[in-house]
């Protein structure tokens, strides 16, 4: 594992900080150095980079960029010298993937940071006067002024979210950094600003003008993730991973080697277009069929490998292509991630689109005519239209982004008969829905398109599917770059005008126009899937997935967390009903309890 750490302190402390050092890295990696200038402590483990002047100590994590030049061991002292001179405007010059601290001993002062999107993670806390900051929950837990302490309400949202979502982090006294965001701490005050905020400013350029730059930001971004490697690539069939195939093929002298991962299950496997995509651009195939059997091995690996508990299924198969590309020698793969993100690829965006419109009807007409109709009609009337109806006018009449919402979990029950009392006593029961009205709100745009798209590439992105990638591609010995979330794409996408993003309810409208003629015809039109886990389908086929499943829920019981007779219900409901809707809860629950156990909680 890899990642920088350290701590800001009065000088009344009453540890070693070299044992208090040792500790905070080994929690990332046996392999880390230190250094430590009176009351500044920095470090770093695997191959992060730490440098300092007489008065400045700084630690950079990720694959950075400063001034247009990659940041290295040899030129990281920069860094340190420039920030005496602009403070913390050093960080409009630094691009690429980075998280970044920078401890002053001239003031006692420190700098915090991560990267625009959020690809690289930092926890942060402060106590008895000291600021302390890792790239790792558990390693910032270590810290002899944090604990180990749960949070309560890190465990609610993990269970509304399937992750622990930024700000919050699973032990109490710590906190994550949000996408762009920095911390300056002085004098014992933090100031939380962010550096950097997409901006939705429409582009007036004409179709054939954006498609241009559009085909040249692709390939540039590609390039620049590639560096001086010959890089491997995810490749799913869909959309984004084609193109990044297709554009590393294209820049490769050699034949790209792509890396792909089926599943015997129906309506789970995408092979067919993984192989589609290949063979277009003359790609080596390389494919790995996952088993139940490997969901059982890779289970207790991912309970280890993530740092605060971590739901989504999609991380073992994530971790066996992974693991697959390592077996064959790459040591980096580019991955797609980013695409439906800025360009408006999930199928949700259209839905709720169409439910927007409802608000263009007159108020009257739907307060005094069309609401008061409905409400005639029970809940299920003989006449399906009629229920149609209902149902979108329902759905309609709530606010956004709350209505994005309706169908999780923890909505379709009362919370009163999923939790205990003493659970829910203790936490925030409208906590998730603050997170992200927070970030959809803070959006500068008025477009309902782009707030749904600026809150996703928090709680989509940065909370759940890069932490995803990052953490299975390291636990399987292989680094991870993501150019679809180049910052010049990424601002391209935001400068991209809504109606050309979605068109007629036609998801990603722009981006496959513009790519007809680059992508295969068959990438183009099909319907997206993903990299979904048959998990809810194979734990009623197969015992031993079942019976590891069963027995994680019934040592979750003994948590006073969940309620016994919630968790029977949905066994039973996996079992009798839908396997593979409640096998969505069934994994998120037992991959609480297996990362409670693995972390001695």
């Known amino acids: 594992m890899r990642g920088i750490f ?30 430590s200038v009176n009351s500044c402590h920095i470090g770093q483990a695997g191959d992060e980079i730490i440098a300092s002047t007489d008065q400045i100590l700084v630690a950079i994590s990720g694959h950075p960029d400063y001034l247009g030049q990659p940041v290295s061991k040899h030129n990281a002292s920069t860094l340190a010298h420039d920030y005496i001179k602009v403070g913390d405007k050093i960080l409009e010059d630094l691009k690429g993937t980075f998280s970044i601290a920078i401890l002053d001993s001239r003031d006692n ?80 005050n933090i100031i939380r600003e962010f550096y950097w905020r997409a901006d939705y400013t429409e582009s007036k350029s004409s179709f054939p003008q954006l498609q241009n730059e559009c085909l040249s930001l692709l390939k540039e971004s590609v390039r620049k993730a590639m560096g001086m490697k010959k890089p491997g690539a995810f490749l799913s069939g869909g959309t984004d991973s084609t193109t990044v195939v297709g554009m590393l093929a294209k820049l490769n002298e050699q034949t790209v080697r792509t890396y792909s991962i089926g599943f015997e299950a129906e309506g789970y496997d995408e092979m067919e277009y993984a192989r589609i995509s290949a063979k277009h651009y003359h790609a080596i195939p390389n494919e790995y069929y996952v088993t139940p059997q490997d969901v059982v091995d890779a289970i207790p690996i991912i309970a280890r490998a993530y740092d605060e508990p971590f739901g989504n299924a999609s991380a073992v198969p994530t971790y066996y292509c992974a693991k697959l590309a390592a077996s064959d020698g790459q040591d980096v793969l580019l991955a797609g991630d980013g695409g439906d993100e800025l360009f408006a690829g999930n199928a949700r965006y259209a839905h709720q689109l169409k439910l927007d419109m409802y608000q263009k009807i007159p108020h009257p007409l739907r307060t005094l005519l069309l609401e008061p109709f409905m409400r005639i ?13 209902k149902s979108y006018i329902d759905q309609a009449r709530q606010p956004m982004p709350d209505r994005m919402e309706s169908y999780n979990f923890l909505h379709r029950i009362p919370l009163d008969e999923m939790f205990t009392p003493t659970f829910l006593e203790r936490i925030n029961r409208g906590h998730p829905l ?39 591609c390291e636990t399987a010995g292989i680094q991870v770059r993501y150019p679809m979330l180049d910052q010049e794409l990424v601002e391209f996408s935001a400068h991209l005008p809504s109606n050309l993003k979605i068109k007629d309810f036609k998801l990603r409208f722009f981006y496959k ?8 015809s068959e990438t183009l039109t099909k319907s997206k899937q993903g990299f979904g886990l048959p998990f809810g389908v194979w734990m009623k086929e197969y015992q031993p997935l079942q019976d590891l499943a069963y027995d994680s829920l019934k040592s979750l019981q003994k948590r006073e967390i969940v309620k016994a007779p919630y968790l029977d219900n949905l066994l039973e409901q996996h079992k009798n009903e839908h396997a593979a809707y409640y096998g969505v809860m069934i994994w998120v629950l037992m991959m609480l309890e297996q990362w409670l156990i693995a972390h001695k909680h």
């Open 434 to 472: 603050e997170n992200i009205r927070d970030v959809y709100n803070r959006t500068q745009s008025n477009s309902t398109l782009n707030k749904m798209l600026h809150l996703d590439l928090k709680t989509t992105l940065a909370d759940n599917d890069l932490r995803k990638v990052n953490r299975m």
């Open 109 to 188: 002062s420190a700098l915090i940071a991560i990267d625009r999107i959020g690809i690289e993670p930092l926890y942060f806390g402060v106590n008895d006067g000291t600021f302390i900051f890792s790239s790792q929950a558990d390693s910032l837990a270590s810290h002899p002024t944090m604990s180990r302490d749960l949070s309560e309400q890190a465990i609610f949202d993990y269970l509304y979210f399937h992750c622990v979502p930024a700000p919050l982090s699973i032990y109490q006294k710590q906190q994550k950094l949000l996408p762009a965001e920095k911390i300056i701490y002085k004098n014992g």
């Open 377 to 389: 009609y029970p809940d299920t009337s003989p006449i399906k239209l009629l229920n149609k109806v």
């Open 513 to 520: 126009e513009a790519l007809k003629g680059f992508l295969p």
């Open 6 to 35: 350290g701590w800001l302190c009065n000088n009344s402390v009453n540890f070693d900080p070299t044992i208090v050092l040792n500790q905070m890295g080994s929690s990332i990696s046996s392999d880390h150095s230190k250094i």
